[in-house]
């Protein structure tokens, strides 16, 4: 199993949630968060007061899935998420040890 | 059925039986109690809108305000410090303000027959407001007292203990306010222009009684207290610009009762005022916006709200002297004065007036002042008569330019007014309660530490 956690623009969720669908995914857990990496951020004015606002919102997007579909889970993401600016994101995939479905106690790949 | 027969007939009769008597024309005594009574109610029917006009600019119009201007952890202190004048101002003007402000008292201020608002009934105060209710004017003079010290609140916000506040405001109301309102407006009072002062002073709606008084004590605030820990370091920026925006939306609806409502009847005199309210006002917005969009590149929502509130600042002590025209003038110079106040002068001098009350109030309310000795014309107001019976002249524009010294002293007298009481009320209030918080406090925030809730809970 392998973990994907891809960091997106969040007006990209929608299409990105929907084509991840149409390729059956189905589970997924969405995070509002703030971050930064080249992207710069903006600047504030309030009564002449300068404020510099580098962390930007963005919205992470976390999945687990069976080995074989992460890379098709990648492409996906790479073709919905993608505007061709800077601040498009971070993909970042990894190794799962387990997974245990609560309700049941399914293991593995089952809990998927 | 039987009974609306009746009825019917009874109308029917009433309305036959006048027109067949040979009734005899009323007496012109009866005339003239007729006219009265439908005068009184008509400006009355203005006065109590006026009066809930006029509240409604402290809750909600500057509670909101404030507490968009402020971090999310301060939005409930806030909007209590507004709130709690609504409450500790009215009772003590049930008790002793009013006739401290209004009673027969020196030149500095008033007596003591009002006390326990003894005597302030249906029957009309010929002095102040002949043709409505005295109870009407003293509500209406209350609504002003409410809003004066509730401005204040701007230079401490995120820092003051709420009990400090308490006895703060109650203070500054005895020590500042009314003597203040007694000498501009009470009857005797020193620069009453209208009755009696020996400085006459033109203040239509509280330049210097409610703007300049609270700018500047804002201001000495501000400066005892210290700045707020982090300033300007940290990021402080406004929590909510959408409560500003509606905070600064009702202020500008609730001024027309303010200024419109100070000509304390429904007539012409009124809608002068009204008009120059709402053209002061767009002119200052139109001002400020304009010397931000060529400093910082861009127009901002806040930069509207405030040039408009620092417009209706200064065109109050005006709003019933002066004609459209100047008061676009005042209103569209006031929004550059006011801008250049908050924006360049106070990051010079580094003092963290943190809502800007001085910048805006202290700064537009004598520019106000000081303006209304230039445009005032009897055009407008022909109330001051000389001993022939016609109008006399009023400002710069009708000849008198020795008005503008008047208001320059009325000014000065009203900056010293409000710097020393309100040096003495901080050095109380220090010596007793203590002023500030503690840093915990205000790392947590005033809602929290002061009142134990929050503004906002969204995991509800």
Same mark, same amino acid.
């Given at each position: 199993m392998k973990k994907v956690e891809a960091i997106i623009q969040p007006h990209k969720l929608e299409e990105v949630k929907d084509a991840l669908k149409q390729i059956g995914i189905d589970g997924m857990t969405i995070i509002d968060v703030r971050g930064h990496g080249r992207q710069k951020g903006h600047k504030e004015v309030y009564r002449g007061q300068e404020y510099q606002v580098d962390l930007l919102p963005k919205v992470k997007i976390e999945m687990v899935v069976p080995s074989e579909r992460a890379e098709e889970v990648v492409k996906t993401l790479l073709q919905t998420a993608r505007s061709g600016k800077i601040g498009d994101g971070k993909i970042f995939v990894s190794e799962v040890a387990e997974a245990i479905r609560i309700r049941n106690e399914d293991r593995g790949e089952a809990a998927l | 059925m039987q009974k609306k027969l009746m009825q019917i007939g009874l109308i029917l009769g009433s309305l036959i039986v006048p027109a067949l008597a040979d009734t005899p024309a009323p007496t012109p005594a009866a005339l003239e109690a007729g006219i009265k009574s439908a005068q009184t109610s008509g400006d009355n029917a203005w006065m109590l809108a006026s009066c809930a006009l006029v509240l409604m600019m402290t809750g909600p119009g500057l509670a909101l305000f404030y507490a968009g201007l402020v971090r999310k952890k301060n939005v409930l202190g806030t909007m209590m410090q507004s709130f709690s004048l609504m409450i500790i101002a009215t009772v003590l003007w049930a008790i002793v303000g009013y006739s401290l402000a209004f009673g027969e008292g020196t030149s500095f201020i008033g007596g003591l027959q009002y006390t326990f608002l003894n005597g302030v009934g249906g029957d009309p105060q010929p002095d102040y407001a002949p043709t409505i209710p005295h109870q009407s004017f003293m509500m209406f003079q209350l609504m002003f007292a409410i809003i004066t010290p509730a401005l204040i609140a701007g230079a401490f916000a995120e820092?003051?203990?709420?009990?400090?506040?308490?006895?703060?405001?109650?203070? @500054?109301?005895?020590?500042?306010?009314?003597?203040? $309102? %007694?000498?501009? &407006?009470? /009857?005797? #009072?020193?620069?009453? +222009?209208?009755?009696? *002062?020996?400085?006459?002073?033109?203040?239509? !709606?509280?330049?210097?009684?409610?703007?300049?008084?609270?700018?500047?004590?804002?201001?000495?605030?501000?400066?005892?207290?210290? /700045?707020?820990?982090?300033?300007?370091?940290?990021?402080?920026?406004? %929590?909510?610009?959408?409560?500003?925006?509606?905070?600064?939306?009702?202020? @500008?609806?609730? &001024?027309?009762?303010?200024?419109?409502?100070?000509?304390?009847?429904? #007539?012409?005199? !009124?809608?002068? +005022?009204?008009? +120059?309210?709402?053209?002061?006002?767009?002119? $200052? +917005?139109?001002? @400020?916006?304009?010397?931000? @969009?060529?400093? %910082?590149? /861009?127009?901002?929502?806040? *930069?509207?709200?405030? *040039? !408009?509130? $620092?417009?209706?600042?200064?065109?109050?002590?005006?709003?019933?002297?002066?004609?459209?025209?100047?008061?676009?003038?005042?209103?569209?110079?006031?929004?550059?004065?006011?801008?250049?106040?908050?924006?360049?002068?106070?990051?010079?001098?580094?003092?963290?007036?943190?809502?800007?009350?001085?910048g805006v109030h202290g700064a537009g309310g004598s520019l106000g002042a000081i303006l209304t000795g230039v445009f005032a014309t009897n055009l407008v107001n022909n109330g001051l008569k000389d001993a022939a019976g016609n109008a006399q002249k009023l400002g710069l524009v009708d000849g008198n330019a020795g008005q503008v010294v008047n208001q320059l002293i009325g000014t000065a007298i009203a900056w010293a007014l409000a710097i020393v009481g309100t040096l003495i009320i901080l050095k109380i209030c220090d010596m007793t309660v203590g002023l500030r918080v503690s840093t915990d406090h205000e790392t947590e925030g005033l809602d929290l530490s002061q009142h134990g809730e929050e503004g906002y809970i969204l995991e509800g």
């Open positions: - | 820092r003051m203990k709420f009990g400090a506040m308490v006895l703060f405001m109650t203070l @500054w109301s005895l020590i500042v306010y009314y003597p203040m $309102a %007694h000498m501009v &407006w009470g /009857k005797g #009072g020193m620069l009453n +222009a209208f009755l009696g *002062g020996k400085i006459p002073c033109f203040d239509f !709606a509280g330049g210097t009684v409610v703007h300049v008084t609270s700018g500047v004590s804002a201001l000495v605030c501000a400066l005892y207290l210290g /700045k707020r820990s982090g300033y300007p370091g940290e990021p402080m920026k406004p %929590h909510s610009m959408v409560l500003s925006f509606i905070g600064a939306c009702l202020l @500008w609806v609730g &001024w027309f009762g303010f200024n419109a409502g100070s000509a304390l009847s429904s #007539g012409a005199l !009124a809608s002068s +005022a009204f008009v +120059a309210t709402h053209f002061g006002a767009a002119a $200052a +917005a139109l001002g @400020w916006l304009l010397m931000e @969009w060529m400093q %910082h590149g /861009k127009p901002s929502v806040l *930069g509207g709200i405030s *040039g !408009a509130v $620092a417009g209706l600042v200064v065109i109050t002590p005006a709003s019933g002297f002066v004609k459209p025209m100047p008061a676009l003038i005042m209103g569209f110079l006031g929004g550059v004065v006011c801008y250049l106040m908050v924006v360049k002068v106070k990051g010079k001098f580094g003092y963290d007036d943190s809502l800007d009350a001085f």
